[in-house]
T-cell receptor
């Protein structure tokens, strides 16, 4: 059983703070990792992908991958109320993606 | 990324009926994926649809309940058959591009 685990939250952070979202996965052979943002009533939107160990930065977002620990995280700097959403971690298994249950992020102004 | 259009965007259905969801992509793609998102839940892959072959279903999903067509490289349909209230979900069509997965806007079905 391929599993992707996330803390469901909600994670509450004040505006301007760093939000840290975490995800662990069960299968060491996974090669591709993704973070999606989903606003209520909308479909998931891809915000970050990461394939190699280390950090990958894109604007206010940084994805971190540690394959040895089977751990991937997403940092959101200078959090804004518009970042309030559910963040889904997804891990590739072959040509399929398995999604975590998602973490609800609430940014309070 | 590809532009993915789904129809209907939402519908209210009666128990025991069937509904077909259409997915149109603006470019040719080899594989199309159908996901389900039940209320308050994450996404679960229903099946992978390849053009010219039968869809491949994930554990817990069967062709009789979720028949899929893939007549060409830009179009697919998912039918939800003999619906019950437990089928109330968002159904999402998705395609890959450059190794990343992109979603349509989804079809929100409510079964009464």
């Amino acid at each position: 059983q391929k599993e992707v685990e996330q803390n469901s939250g909600p994670l509450s952070v004040p505006e301007g703070a760093i939000a840290s979202l975490n995800c662990t996965y069960s299968d060491r052979v996974s090669q591709s990792f993704f973070w999606y943002r989903q606003y209520s009533g909308k479909s998931p939107e891809l915000i970050m992908s990461i394939y190699s160990n280390g950090d990958k930065e894109d604007g206010r977002f940084t994805a971190q991958l540690n394959k040895a620990s089977q751990y991937v995280s997403l940092l959101i700097r200078d959090s804004q109320p518009s970042d309030s959403a559910t963040y889904l971690c997804a891990v590739s298994y072959g040509n399929k993606l398995v999604f975590g249950a998602g973490t609800i992020l609430r940014v309070k102004s | 990324s590809a532009v993915i259009s789904q129809k209907p965007s939402r519908d209210i259905c009666q128990r025991g009926t069937s509904l077909t969801i259409q997915c149109q992509v603006d470019s040719q793609v080899t594989m199309m994926f159908w996901y389900r998102q039940q209320p308050g839940q994450s996404l679960t892959l229903i099946a992978t649809a390849n053009q010219g072959s039968e869809a491949t279903y994930e554990s817990g999903f069967v062709i009789d309940k979720f028949p899929i067509s893939r007549p060409n490289l830009t179009f697919s349909t998912l039918t939800v058959s003999n619906m019950s209230p437990e089928d109330s979900s968002i159904y999402l069509c998705s395609v890959t591009g450059a190794g990343e997965l992109f979603f349509g806007e989804g079809s929100r079905l409510t079964v009464l």
